[in-house]
């Protein structure tokens, strides 16, 4: 049964198009044939559809029953080798992959193809990085809260010289994972840029349009370095998830996401009613 490629409407309009980006906006992601044929292979895979040993049809076959391009195919078939998930016999075909004992993290290539989608990586980020930055609260070094703080005149200086600061803001996470004294954290920050590199250049474009957002940005780094340094746990976490979620409220305030659905939004006032910021912190 041919694989249906198109944009499934239940995911909402394509990142940077419709109602709240606007026709002809900012594309966050390309979308890409390859991408849709690989995810829906793998969701074969891990369906049971295709099993382990199961010749996967020839690469005339594919095209021909999914409308697709040939080069569309191999692209597809070569992103499921790197996963481990299908192998090549010479002479033979490619087959379904032996299931691994262990099973590397991945997401759907398409999951920043929605607003909707981004939001929900964004959620997963909040619920990580608030207890990521209460663990660095506890275990930082001087040394590492020094970093924190040139990692903050790093996205000042890059914001300053008219860069997008992505790299840098990035790196700011990134240090606050390293200052838990856990490898793990930093490796898992690292893991989920991929999916956050494009949704936070518009997202960063988006505070840069309005001064009173990167002023709100800029507070809610420093109020979390700020309790990082005090080693206050509490304060840490909830500047963490304040941040976050206020970068959301920013994107509502834009016009780039509805305000409706937000899912995180009763949890978090939960956290903070639980661990409340100084006055006038995060909120704007």
């Known amino acids: 049964m041919p694989i ?19 026709a002809g906006g900012p594309g966050w992601v390309t979308e890409r044939l390859s991408d849709r044929l690989a995810a829906a292979l793998i969701a074969q895979i891990d369906s049971g559809a295709l099993r382990p040993g199961d010749r996967l049809p020839t690469e005339a076959q594919l095209s021909a029953r999914h409308g697709v391009s040939r080069s569309v195919v191999r692209e597809a078939v070569q992103r499921i080798k790197s996963r481990g998930l299908l192998l090549s016999r010479q002479g033979s075909g490619v ?37 990521i930055a209460a663990l660095a609260a506890e275990r930082s070094t001087r040394a590492q809260q020094a970093g924190l703080k040139r990692s903050l005149k790093a996205i000042d200086t890059a914001m300053a010289s008219g860069h997008d600061g992505v790299a840098e803001d990035m790196a700011f996470h990134r240090a606050i994972g390293e200052a838990t004294g856990n490898p793990q954290f930093g490796r898992l920050l690292a893991f989920l840029e991929q999916y956050l590199r494009e ?15 990167m002023r ?3 507070e809610e780094h ?30 509502v305030q834009g016009g780039l996401i509805e305000r409706e659905g937000r899912a ?6 939960t956290l903070r009613r639980r661990a409340p910021l100084p006055a006038g912190r995060g909120r704007k």
Do not use: C
């Open 216 to 218: 709100q940005v800029r």
């Open 4 to 22: 249906d490629l198109r944009p499934d409407a239940r995911r909402g309009p394509p990142v940077g198009t419709g109602a709240a980006g606007g």
């Open 95 to 131: 087959y379904v992959a032996p299931a691994p004992a262990h099973r590397s993290l991945a997401f759907d290539p398409t999951v920043l193809e929605s607003m909707q989608a981004v939001v929900q990586v964004v959620e997963l980020r909040r619920v990580l990085e608030g207890e």
């Open 199 to 213: 949704a936070m250049r518009v997202t960063k474009g988006n505070e840069a349009r309005r001064e009173d957002f």
């Open 222 to 251: 420093r109020a979390i370095v700020e309790a990082i340094e005090a080693r206050d746990v509490a304060k840490a976490r909830a500047a963490a998830v304040n941040h976050l979620f206020n970068g959301e409220e920013r994107l």
């Open 264 to 269: 995180a939004t009763t949890a978090v006032r």
